[in-house]
């Protein structure tokens, strides 16, 4: 049976004839396409990177919305990594709780590639201006398997296999996400995963009904393969197995098929097929704590990948501020802010999103 999804599509395409579906396929461009400007972003790190080679390792950093909210400064011995708030996300994100997250991911990734070439360094923080800095000490080379997941590593929001982790698979997750004060949280056992599912549904379910949240997601969703790569940045739909479309008409379809119901059905499946669920928790509610738990979360994330492990994010009831004391509840931690939730569990790959060249990062 033909979906009234495909069907739209179908006959917006073809309203024109064929002449207009071959100009619409051109303008649009083509998965080969996107995947050739894409990947050599991706390429494996040289056995002795510059400083742009471990910035562009930087990069690969999960974010959210991929908006990749972060600059680069070089400096002698040392890179510094400043939040970049022309691509915040207010709605979402209204004091920045994500945004030093993925510049906690993105210090960690830096981190990890620069020790696994034989030159560890340390990461701070400086409250004072938002800065995280990090400088070259000494050492033998370390972290080579997370090193090398780092291009691999992709937020992969498709069904995964219902398969279960055993207690060595999860204990070698938790002992890479350790990072000073913060605490993960993993959850296995179906029922509670089952209640996690409703707040992240209920979470879902208030942000959809949002017009100023969905506004914002439209800003930085990408619909076809040339308008990903073009831009390097944003949601493109594909990378989470939805079928790509001209820029013109997604957000049309998206206000036509995008239910929080439809929406719901689709996460609950994707959660029932995880092996388990991670809830990160920093010790305070600052930007401090949340660049470590940034940090844990990508080593995490990087850890999984080395393993053959997919993850994706499900942040609904972290970024809707009236569920996060149910969650804390939940996970046994009432009175603290959880931070991030993911899904994780094997599963297929899907495409990589983009990400912009180094060049328009560095400051």
Known sequence: MVSRRNLFIGGALTLGGAGAVGSEV?????MADYTAAIDPLRRRLPANPDARELIRFATLAA???NTQAWQFRLEDERIDILPDRARATPVVDPDDHHMFISLGCAAENLAVAAA???MPGEVQFDATDGEISFSRTTGAATDADLSDAIPLRQSTRGVFDESVLNPADLGSLAVAARVPDVDLILITDRLQM???????AAGNTAQLADPAFMTELKHWMRFSPRGAAATGDGLFGATSGNPTMPDWLGPMVLDWVFTAETDNKDTAAKIASSAGLAVFVGAEDNAASWVQVGRACQRFALKATAMGLKHAFLNQPVEVASLRPDLATLIGMPGRRPDLVMRFGRGPALPFSA??????VII
Do not use: C, F, K, Y
């Open 26 to 30: 051109w303008r649009m461009g083509t």
């Open 63 to 65: 974010n959210s919305h």
């Open 116 to 118: 696994s070439r034989g």
């Open 194 to 200: 089952g209640q996690l599912a409703d707040l992240i």
């Open 355 to 360: 990400r912009r060249p180094v060049g328009e």
